[in-house]
């Protein structure tokens, strides 16, 4: 890297895309290069964590209770210990910047509930105060073998298209669970339009839904062309020397530009 500030992490993506296993996987691969990285998670509903977090929202705020109290829904529940852990953020900003010498990357693992983290004004808070603390990187976790079809890609891509443009960060797209599926259809259908054309006639008959898709497809090429990518297995390991690949070439493409 051409800098020697650290890089904060964020983790984003929809409910079992695999933000948790690759957080931890990603936390053993640093350990093994003798680049042990600081972990923050931010997801207060989460039962059991499979890495050690050095800073966890579970330990400020206890998720449940806030439920009972404030008597809310799961969803009021985790916006509402998002807020009030974000009252706090200075003293993990703080917590953060003491590590800042020895650290090369902080992971940050954001809750299952993915709009409430990008949606919500906690959210936008946080990312924003961690951007402003050193260069961030935004990375939108997709499951692979579940954005397959031509529909469930374009909504995945639609979605990772509004975060890239709302946050207006380095961002990156990790497709996950390479193990399953390989992500290079999602590559060919992000650099060939007409590839992507074929497999929507191929989806069958031309029904509205598909008329919209081709459509969308139009507009979303424009953002493919900015858009960087990665294909990694949270499960095995594979791909994350491309990730870290990536990660640093969004932040030295950040320096430059600022
Ligand atoms: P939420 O906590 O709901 O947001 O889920 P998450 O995005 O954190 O996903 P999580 O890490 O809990 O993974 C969801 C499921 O996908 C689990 O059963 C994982 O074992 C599985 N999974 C995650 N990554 C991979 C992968 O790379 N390959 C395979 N085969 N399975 C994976």
Not at 42 to 66: G, M
Not at 184 to 211: I, K, P, T
Not at 238 to 258: I, M, P, T
């Amino acid at each position: 890297m051409s800098t020697n500030e650290p890089v904060n992490i964020i983790m984003i993506g929809m409910a079992g895309s695999g933000k948790t296993t690759l957080m931890q996987r990603i936390n053993a691969y640093l350990h093994e290069q003798k680049k042990a990285p600081y972990v923050v998670n931010l997801d207060p509903a989460v039962s059991k964590l499979p890495f050690q977090a050095n800073i966890d929202i579970r330990d400020t705020v206890d998720y449940k209770q806030v439920m009972k109290e404030y008597n809310l829904g799961p969803n009021g529940g985790i916006l509402t210990s998002l807020n009030l852990f974000t009252t706090k953020l200075d003293q993990v900003i703080s917590l953060v910047e003491k590590r800042a010498e020895t650290t090369e990357y902080f992971l940050y693992d954001t809750p299952g509930q993915i709009e409430i983290f990008t949606w919500s004004a906690s959210g936008a808070i946080i990312t924003n105060t961690l951007a402003a603390t050193y260069p961030t990187v935004v990375v939108y976790v997709v499951d692979t073998p579940r954005t397959a079809s031509p529909a469930t890609f374009m909504s995945n891509m639609m979605y990772a298209c509004s975060i890239l443009y709302k946050t207006q960060m380095p961002f990156l797209v990790a497709f996950n669970k390479t193990d399953v599926v390989g992500h290079e259809f999602a590559v060919e259908w992000m650099e060939d339009f007409e590839a992507f054309q074929r497999a929507l006639r191929a989806q069958g008959e031309e029904s509205f839904m598909n008329s919209l898709m081709h459509s969308m497809s139009l507009v979303l090429d424009e953002f493919y062309s900015h858009l960087r990518v990665v294909g990694v297995s949270a499960m095995t390991g594979q791909g994350l020397e491309g990730f870290f690949g990536k990660v640093d070439e969004a932040v030295r493409e950040y320096h430059e530009e600022f």
